[in-house]
């Protein structure tokens, strides 16, 4: 057994025969490390969290949404909800640069949903067939509507899950006539389990039907409430919306000084602050975390000038049995590293307690990687180390003769 | 060439020692020369400030002469650096303390083992060699107690058993019945004495004539000069 190895079992004793004191030592910097490694996981969580958001809309979508910044209580003509043609979701295909897909989209709540015995009060979409590439869902039963039904105004009509699930309990929807607010519809779909949108609305709560049919036959009405569009490359996404926003401005006989009376969403408008947002917070937290944990240091190394201070006779003895000044240096940089990386040790599992609480009851999303620990690691032995050296040079420099003679009478 | 059975454990020449602080200056051994034999028993006396200290402290190698020599079985010593010293200290001298100076949290047992923590040779026999230590101080059966269970004189007796682990040459004891009663105290004299005859070189230092007067030879330190007269009774 080496010589180091021996000092270090040493310390590892003494520091447990001095629990309560290397407790204390570790507190400061089980706390920092907890509350650094929480934040992390969090952080990392939120940014996931969002991130899945972002691809789940599709960071190459924008969406056109009819109303300007108007008031809300105005009247629906004069909000300029009438404003948005299929011939501008048309105009849009055909002009606009750096454009992949393209649909209209009307939408009603209040749709009456009968099959069988069975009714539901739900939400109703018309959309064109490329609509599912943009928003990228998918289909769990059937298939979505395509180019013919759409030129055949079909009456053909896609389920959200929790529309189908309330319908047809028992499942096998697709095939099924059932009336939508009393005209017969055959289920040829149904959507996967899409959950929430980030504003709340129950994407699962839908039927779907052609644009065609809704225009001319459900809605009965030619204005839209959204166009969703694909840019091609999701980097020009900027420009593509103010080349959008020029070609509708001109087609709705816009002058220049007046208000849009349509919006346009872009997904990074959201979603980029939201997690610019989440990282600033984080950031900032983190940063808390690290003054805390050097403060978790400081604490170490003024308890250990004490401990030195203290423990005067212990050193003069050690010196006067054989040990070098090294040997005296290791041993309180050993101290010092062994309660920093206990007080990490505690803090990881304090962490870690903390996230699986968060996890469990759903307050935060909590990504519970290595990268904390391993991070909370690595600063403690720092900290052991340059908190560690002063009072072991303190404690080397003692003169073994002065040190041992102190206490005689 | 030195035989070892006719070199002096220590032979120390015109020792000097000045201690300075805020310019001024105090001269604590002014020539101190001095031989101690293999197997001998030595009693340091003096006076409080005699400079009897400072010169355990250099025969101990924890403090050096300014000026002298110093010679440790043969070999010159006044001039090793503090590593030197430190390794020497391992191999060649057990110190007794009057605060005895033990760990409070070990056991018998580890204080004992403690000097083989900083010994240069590896040692796989420690845990025998701590028990026959204590079984000649007569202490076997208190290996497991800590020092808050010991009495007094058994607590020095466990220090002079990890005086004794790396089998040094020299036994330094500083007033090491200082602070223990009266039968106590001679119980630890005894066995100076005992391990005396197992053939250990000790020297001991103590401001008490009459414990001085229980060695082989006593000498007085005086005005930082050692006294070389030989108390009567010794032989």
């Known amino acids: 057994m080496s010589r180091t190895l021996r000092l270090a079992r040493d310390v590892g004793a003494s520091l447990r025969a001095n629990r309560a004191r290397s407790l204390l030592m570790m507190a400061g910097v089980a706390v920092a490390v907890a509350v650094l490694s929480t934040v992390i996981m969090i952080g990392q969580g939120t940014r996931a969290r969002i991130l899945d958001t972002v691809q789940k809309h599709g960071l190459d979508m924008m969406m056109v949404r009819a109303g300007g910044d108007v008031q809300v209580f105005a009247p629906r003509a004069d909000r300029g909800l009438a404003s948005l043609l299929e011939e501008d979701a048309r105009a849009i295909r055909s002009t606009v640069p750096n454009i992949a897909l393209v649909s209209a989209v009307q939408n009603q709540r209040g749709i009456t949903v009968v099959a069988g015995e069975r009714s539901v009060l739900t939400r109703a979409f018309g959309v064109e067939s490329d609509w599912i590439e943009i928003r990228r869902w998918g289909m769990a039963d059937g298939e979505f509507l395509s180019a013919e039904d759409q030129a055949a105004m079909a009456r053909v009509v896609m389920l959200g899950a929790r529309v189908a699930r309330e319908l047809f309990p028992a499942g096998g929807a697709v095939g099924n006539t059932i009336r939508v607010n009393g005209d017969p519809y055959v289920v040829k779909g149904v959507f996967i389990e899409m959950g929430a949108s980030a504003g709340g609305d129950d994407w699962d709560d839908r039927i779907v039907v052609p644009f065609t049919t809704s225009s001319r036959r459900l809605f009965g009405r030619p204005y839209l409430e959204q166009v969703v569009v694909r840019v091609r490359d999701a980097r020009r996404m900027d420009e593509t919306a103010d080349a959008v926003r020029g070609l509708l401005r001109v087609r709705h006989g816009i002058a220049s000084g007046a208000p849009d009376d349509f919006f346009v969403r872009e997904p990074e408008d959201v979603e980029g602050a939201a997690l610019e947002t989440s990282t600033t917070l984080t950031s900032l937290l983190i940063g808390i975390a690290i003054v805390a944990l050097v403060a978790g240091g400081v604490v170490i190394m003024n308890l250990m000038l004490l401990s030195v201070a203290q423990r005067t006779h212990e050193i003069g003895l050690r010196r006067a049995i054989g040990a070098r000044r090294g040997d005296i240096t290791l041993q309180f940089v050993l101290e010092s590293l062994g309660i920093a990386l206990g007080g990490g040790v505690l803090g990881i599992g304090i962490g870690a307690a903390v996230a699986a609480g968060i996890a469990a009851l759903d307050v935060a999303a909590v990504d519970v990687t290595w990268i904390p620990f391993a991070a909370a690691l690595i600063a403690c032995t720092a900290l052991g180390l340059l908190f560690g050296i002063p009072p072991a040079r303190r404690a080397a420099a003692l003169d073994p003769a002065t040190s041992l003679g102190e206490r005689r009478l | ?235």
């Open chain 2, 1 to 235: 060439m030195t035989d070892p059975h006719t070199t002096p454990v220590i032979a120390i020449r015109n020792l000097q020692r000045t201690y300075r602080k805020g310019g001024a200056e105090t001269a604590v051994l002014r020539g101190v020369t001095a031989d101690v034999g293999r197997g001998e028993f030595l009693a340091i006396t003096g006076a409080s400030g005699s400079g009897k200290s400072t010169l355990m402290n250099i025969l101990g190698l924890l403090d050096q002469p300014d000026a002298g020599t110093y010679l440790l079985d043969g070999v010159d010593v006044s001039r090793a650096d503090d590593d030197a010293r430190s390794t020497l200290r391992s191999r060649h001298i057990g110190f007794v303390f009057q605060q005895f100076h033990l760990m409070e949290r070990a056991t018998a047992l580890e204080n004992v083992m403690l000097p083989l923590l900083y010994a240069t040779d590896e040692h796989t026999d420690g845990d025998a060699r701590a028990r026959a230590a204590l079984e000649t101080v007569g202490l076997a059966h208190r290996l497991t107690h800590r020092p808050g269970e010991l009495s007094g004189g058994e607590q020095q007796r466990v220090a002079i058993a990890r005086a004794l682990i790396n089998d040094p040459s020299l036994l330094l004891a500083d007033e090491p019945t200082g602070n223990l009663d009266e039968r106590s105290g001679a119980e630890v004299m005894e066995l100076l004495r005992s391990l005396q005859a197992a053939g250990r070189t000790i020297v001991l230092v103590t401001h008490d004539p009459t414990l001085a007067a229980r060695a082989d030879r006593a000498m007085v330190m005086r005005d930082g000069r050692l006294d070389a007269r030989e108390l009567a009774g010794a032989e």
